[in-house]
C-alpha cells in the first residue's frame, strides 16, 4: 500500500504546483465585497461563520454542549470541596465587580451588535462567563447555585441551543429573512438573531462550568 500512498503524494504535488490557482485573481477586498453583499451586513466574520459555513457553526455549538455535559459527568462522582474559599478583601471585592459589569455590558454590546462591528456570539458569550467568573470568585458558591437555578439558567441554555439548531436547518434550507439596510441594526436578515442565541449558550454554558469547578475543585 505504500507505493499507493506515495503516488497519491505525488500527484497532489503536480496538482498544487501545476494546476494555477483560480482564485489567486480575486483580490482580498472583492472577497470581502462579496460576503458583506452576500449577508448584508458589515461584518464578513459573522457572515462566514453563521451563513457560509453555517453547518460546522452548529456542530460547534454540539460540540460545546458535549464538553460541558462532559465536565458535570466526569466530576459527578467526586467528592465536593471541603472548603471553598473566595477574595475577601475589599479592593479584590471592588475590582471584580468593577470588571464583571464592563464585561457584561461589552458581552451584550457584542451580542446586539456583532454583526455591524468586529465581535459575534462567541466572544460575547465569553465576556458574559467572564463576568459570571468574576462574580463566582468573590460569592458564596451556595448563593451562585441558587441564582443559578432561580433562573432556570440550564433549562435557557438547552432551549438556545435547541432554537439555534432548528432556525441554522431552516436557513440551511434555503429560507432567509429580509436583509434590511446594510448597517442598520435590524439587519442581516437572521444573522443577529443566530449572534444573540450562541452568546447565551456560551454565557450560560460557562456559568454551569464554572459552578461545577468551584463546586468539586475550588477556585483554581
Known sequence: ??????????????????????????SSLEIVKSLVDDGGVPNAVSVVIFRNRLYDT??????????IMGANFLLATEKPASKIHQFTDQPS?????????IAALVGIELAIRGHLSPGGGFAAGVAGGTAIGLIAIISSPEWMQAIYRRWQAATWEKISVLVFIVLAAITLSGFELPHGELGALFSGGILPILNILVAVKVALGSWAVILVFIRYRGLL
Not at 58 to 67: L, R
Not at 93 to 101: E, F, H, P
Open 1 to 26: 500500500m505504500k507505493w499507493i500512498y506515495t503516488l497519491a503524494a505525488i500527484a497532489f504535488a503536480v496538482k498544487m504546483v501545476i494546476i494555477p490557482n483560480t482564485a489567486s485573481s480575486v
Open 93 to 101: 471585592i471592588i475590582l471584580a465587580r468593577l470588571g464583571s459589569t
Open 58 to 67: 452548529i456542530y460547534e455549538v454540539v460540540v460545546f454542549t458535549i464538553a
